[in-house]
Nanobody, 123 residues
Framework: QVQLSESGGGLVQAGGSLRLSCAAS????????MAWVRQVPGKEREFVAGISWSGFTHYADSMKGRFTVSRDSAKNTVYLQMNSLKPEDTAVYYC?????????????????WGQGTQVTVSS
């Protein structure tokens, strides 16, 4: 079992930046594929970015160039640096883990989830 806990959300003006953190505890975190997913009320969860155990990264097209995902295995923590934020980035951001270490964009492929952190971007 892995427990995930996000932090770093908040209110920011358009064009600003935030860094989200996801702290993991429990099982063998280092081998998992870690993803950031976001959800707007009334819509389905959306893949944002992810990182493999070896450091390969994947991004949704609309986030490329603005968001950067990274991990610090020594700290059991994954980060999402978000720059040039837009009002349409407003959502609850979740950290998720695929225990087989596989890159997946389907939400059903993730075995563990954090509680989420709210990001609000004002115009």
């Amino acid at each position: 079992q892995v427990q995930l806990s996000e932090s770093g959300g908040g209110l920011v003006q358009a064009g600003g930046s935030l860094r989200l953190s996801c702290a993991a505890s429990g099982d063998t975190f280092s081998s998992y594929f870690m993803a950031w997913v976001r959800q707007v009320p009334g819509k389905e969860r959306e893949f944002v970015a992810g990182i493999s155990w070896s450091g390969f990264t994947h991004y949704a097209d609309s986030m490329k160039g603005r968001f950067t995902v990274s991990r610090d295995s020594a700290k059991n923590t994954v980060y999402l640096q978000m720059n040039s934020l837009k009002p349409e980035d407003t959502a609850v951001y979740y950290c998720a883990a695929n225990r087989w270490g596989l890159y997946r964009e389907a939400m059903s492929e993730y075995h563990y989830w954090g509680q989420g952190t709210q990001v609000t971007v004002s115009s």
